[in-house]
């Protein structure tokens, strides 16, 4: 798996420095920063590396948790299906194609939105039956605003 280290939250602490060498720490309620919501991960499956770092990029500008997966086996084999809030997968890969990986899935994860992307949009007509929920659909080349909006919207759902 490829991805980056989860965020760190610093916290701002004021020393009196001008007080006894057994002055305490305080916090300064002033210089309070926020918490902000954990950011929601998106696993990203796709045999080709550019597609991977591209996706990466686009998703991590629009502070998304970005999980890499160069396969549809590395996927379920990291044990993170549990953590991830959206899956985005190409159809094409060689071994499991995303076809059987979103049918994987699916049966774990019946409510985890999936997007797929694909070269070749003849192929979808293979896209396998999910007992009302379908996947919603990118062909390649696709807008980056397009496929962040999508997720936005599968993602707003997926929390309600």
Same mark, same amino acid.
């Given at each position: 798996?490829?991805?980056?280290?989860?965020?760190? /939250?610093? /916290?701002?602490?004021?020393?009196?420095?001008?007080?006894?060498?057994?002055?305490?720490?305080?916090?300064?309620?002033?210089? /309070?920063?926020?918490?902000?919501?954990?950011?929601?991960?998106?696993?990203?499956?796709?045999?080709?590396?550019?597609?991977? *770092? #591209?996706?990466?990029?686009?998703?991590? #500008?629009?502070?998304?948790?970005?999980?890499?997966?160069? #396969?549809?086996?590395?996927?379920?084999?990291?044990?993170?299906?549990?953590?991830?809030?959206?899956?985005?997968?190409?159809?094409?890969?060689?071994?499991?194609?995303?076809?059987?990986?979103?049918?994987?899935? /699916?049966?774990?994860?019946? *409510?985890?939105?999936?997007?797929?992307?694909?070269?070749?949009?003849?192929?979808?007509?293979?896209?396998?039956?999910?007992?009302?929920?379908?996947?919603?659909?990118?062909?390649?080349?696709? *807008?980056?605003?397009?496929?962040?909006?999508?997720?936005?919207?599968?993602?707003?759902?997926?929390?309600?």
């Amino acid at each position: 798996m490829v991805g980056r280290l989860p965020s760190v /939250h610093h /916290h701002i602490f004021l020393v009196d420095t001008v007080a006894p060498i057994s002055a305490k720490v305080r916090r300064d309620p002033a210089l /309070h920063m926020t918490l902000r919501t954990p950011p929601f991960v998106v696993a990203v499956v796709d045999d080709d590396q550019a597609i991977l *770092q #591209s996706l990466e990029s686009l998703l991590e #500008s629009a502070d998304y948790a970005v999980r890499l997966f160069a #396969s549809a086996a590395a996927l379920l084999e990291s044990g993170c299906l549990a953590e991830i809030d959206c899956m985005i997968s190409d159809i094409d890969m060689p071994g499991m194609d995303g076809f059987e990986l979103v049918r994987l899935v /699916h049966a774990t994860r019946p *409510q985890l939105p999936i997007i797929l992307i694909t070269g070749y949009p003849d192929r979808l007509a293979r896209l396998p039956a999910l007992g009302g929920s379908t996947p919603r659909l990118f062909t390649k080349p696709f *807008q980056g605003t397009e496929l962040l909006g999508a997720l936005g919207d599968e993602l707003g759902r997926f929390r309600q």
